[in-house]
């Protein structure tokens, strides 16, 4: 199959401006999880200390900024990297979708993926507790590959199982200081919007705007979430996800 290679040149004369907010999804454990092993909050704050001196430097980019927000470029991908980014890859790159149904979508194929690979994992037998988090961020270096022309290679960047490439593309973009990515969402049912941040200058603001809990009830073919104030509850099957082969399952 041939297809079209772009460069950095070539990417520079797609670039949009773009200025909106977006959704990311975390364990809310992040907040509590030192507390549960100290007696008082001068320990807690010791021992937060101790263990940020493990950890690897903050980009000098990203220390203003709420560590919800750095936190992606601060550590490297997954050991085969993601879309987006490399394996090994010292950049980073924060995901994140247009609406929460969108994030969410994409935090239950990974979820069920996990599972699908790891059959003799058990589930969890308790609910599991996230945070979401709203994040304002604005670019006049952005380019949106569901518009044409770089939506005539959709079948590359939309490919369910290989990001190789979305990764020679995200090469290019960092090479023409890109430093957002707009992308149809591979895992959504109802065809969402991604937001991938090259660069820690596109956040608009220092942190998240708005945050929701959500509590996940994860099962061997299903995922379901929900939220109180308001209610809402949301569910996702692995029959949503039959795209991918690694999650398919033949009827």
Excluded at 20 to 27: G, I, L, N, T, Y
Excluded at 73 to 96: H, T, V, W
Excluded at 242 to 249: A, E, K, L, S, T
Aim: charged share 30%.
């Amino acid at each position: 199959m041939s297809y079209h290679i772009w460069t950095a040149e070539e990417l520079e004369y797609n670039l949009i401006n773009i200025d909106s907010d977006c959704w990311r999804f975390v364990e809310a454990q992040h907040v509590v999880s030192t507390m549960k092993i100290v007696d008082d909050e001068f320990e807690k704050d010791r021992l937060e200390e101790l263990l940020e001196e493990t950890k690897p430097p903050i980009p000098d980019r990203c220390k203003k900024l709420d560590y919800l927000l750095f936190t992606p470029f601060r550590y490297e991908p997954e050991p085969n990297g993601s879309r987006f980014r490399r394996k090994g890859q010292g950049e980073g790159a924060f995901y994140a979708s247009e609406k929460i149904e969108t994030a969410l979508a994409e935090m239950a194929f990974y979820k069920l993926l996990f599972f699908a690979e790891s059959p003799k994992t058990d589930l969890p037998s308790n609910t599991c507790e996230y945070t979401a988090f709203q994040v304002k961020y604005k670019s006049n270096r952005a380019i949106d590959l569901t518009i044409a022309p770089i939506s005539d290679n959709k079948d590359l960047w939309e490919d369910p199982s290989s990001f190789e490439h979305c990764q020679n593309l995200a090469d290019q973009a960092r090479l023409a200081n890109i430093s957002v990515i707009r992308s149809n969402s591979i895992r959504c049912p109802k065809k969402g919007k991604n937001i991938t941040i090259l660069s820690c200058d596109a956040f608009a603001k220092n942190k998240p705007s708005e945050y929701e809990t959500w509590r996940l009830t994860i099962k061997e073919d299903r995922i379901i979430a929900f939220k109180e104030l308001p209610t809402r509850t949301l569910s996702f099957t692995i029959d949503d996800f039959n795209n991918d082969p690694r999650i398919r399952r033949e009827h």
